[in-house]
């Protein structure tokens, strides 16, 4: 039975490299119950008649707690590593486009898809046209409510950041930064704040630093 014990711990390895540090814990306690149940005296109980099937018990949770949080750090940093590849690869991306001397169009959808992949959250690009701020790209079903739409425009006209949640925009659901101006039109960022799945990255204005910039480059180079 001490041998068998070892079994255990394989599912909670699975459940540390699929889903997590949480979801092996709790496979940990499953197994432990189960080897408990159904090999240790008396059987098809949660007793234990012995002391040494105790301390069996005791080294067998620990062993697949030590177990499955190794493996869920090993997940961590590959979840991690991938995340980075994406981001890098959806600025190589958009700067690809600006040396093509891509349209506008497509510059901005390509922007907005970068600002996605970045913070794993819906993004938009809004354009000054005719005095408004006007979405132009929209990624994972953006949608601005009148509140983001003020706040986007108090960025246009304050060149600063409006941060979703704070004063005096506390119902927007939208972080926005000014990517800058090109033939007389102000360029806008968005991403959404608080989505299921997001990411936010550790340095989040260099991020959107780095895509406004691009942006802003593409469409001077094209006169958009």
Do not use: C
Not at 18 to 32: E, K
């Amino acid at each position: 039975a001490p041998n068998l014990s070892l079994i255990f711990v394989l599912p909670v390895l699975i459940a540390a490299l699929s889903f997590g540090w949480g979801p092996a814990l709790l496979a940990a306690l499953a197994a432990v119950a189960a080897f408990d149940v159904f090999f240790v005296e008396p059987r098809y109980s949660f007793q234990v008649a012995s002391t040494s099937d105790l301390w069996a018990l005791a080294l067998l949770l620990a062993v697949a707690a030590i177990a499955s949080t190794v493996a869920a750090q090993s997940r961590r940093r590959a979840l991690d590593a991938q995340l980075a590849a994406q981001r890098a690869e959806a600025l190589h991306r958009l700067a690809r486009l600006v040396v093509e001397d891509a349209p506008p169009g497509v510059l901005y959808e390509a922007a907005g898809e970068a600002l996605s992949v970045i913070f794993q959250t819906p993004a938009t690009v809004l354009v000054q046209q005719g005095g408004a701020l006007a979405s132009v790209a929209a990624t994972r079903g953006a949608s601005l409510s009148a509140v983001d739409l003020e706040a986007a425009g108090w960025t246009l006209a304050n060149n600063a950041p409006a941060r979703a949640g704070t004063y005096p925009f506390d119902t927007a659901e939208f972080d926005f930064w000014l990517a800058g101006r090109a033939a007389g039109k102000g360029v806008v960022l968005g991403v959404r704040v608080g989505a299921a799945g997001a990411q936010r990255p550790a340095e989040p204005d260099r991020y959107v630093d780095m895509v406004g910039a691009y942006l802003a480059a593409g469409l001077l180079q094209g006169g958009g």
